[in-house]
């Protein structure tokens, strides 16, 4: 009867064993999940104190955003520098002569249209007297534009 209650007792401490090494390891993730926090809280500890420090001289905080702006402002200097400008890369004499001739197309292009509107007219206007005759269109289809009719 001792030995099964040695045995018995055996087992208790075994189990009791287990049941504390598996306390020992619970405390032991405590203690690295506390570290943890202790080590963000820190962390956050110290950005707080920066934005106080920032918010707490609105002069500090303001150069901070002046010298941001300001290197912004430089990076744009920089690169408009090396901009070729648009007034260099154009030759005026060119664009110009180019201009002229567009001009010179489209007055050409209304007079030939004129010049055909009114023999359309003509003709329109000879059909409605009866007097339209295959030499009759022939003669105005002849006419050169130069003519002006």
């Known amino acids: 009867a001792d030995l099964t209650t040695e045995e018995a007792a055996d087992g208790k401490v075994k189990q009791l064993e287990a049941i504390i090494v598996k306390k020992d390891e619970k405390m032991a993730a405590d203690r690295e999940g506390m570290a943890t926090l202790k080590a963000e809280s820190a962390k956050r500890d110290r950005k707080i104190a920066l934005l ?3 918010v707490s001289s609105p002069d500090k905080l303001l150069e901070k955003i002046l010298a941001v702006k300001d290197e912004k402002i430089a990076s744009l200097q920089s690169e408009l520098k090396n901009c070729k400008p648009l007034i260099d890369s154009v030759d005026l ?24 509107q009114r023999r359309f007219d003509e003709l329109a206007a000879l059909a409605g007297a009866g007097q339209v ?17």
């Open 93 to 116: 004499a060119t664009e110009e002569a180019t201009r002229e001739d567009y001009i010179g197309l489209v007055k050409q292009q209304y007079l030939a249209q004129d010049i055909w």
């Open 133 to 149: 005759g295959g030499a009759v269109i022939s003669d105005i289809r002849k006419r050169s534009l130069a003519s002006g009719s």
């Open 52 to 54: 106080e420090a920032e």
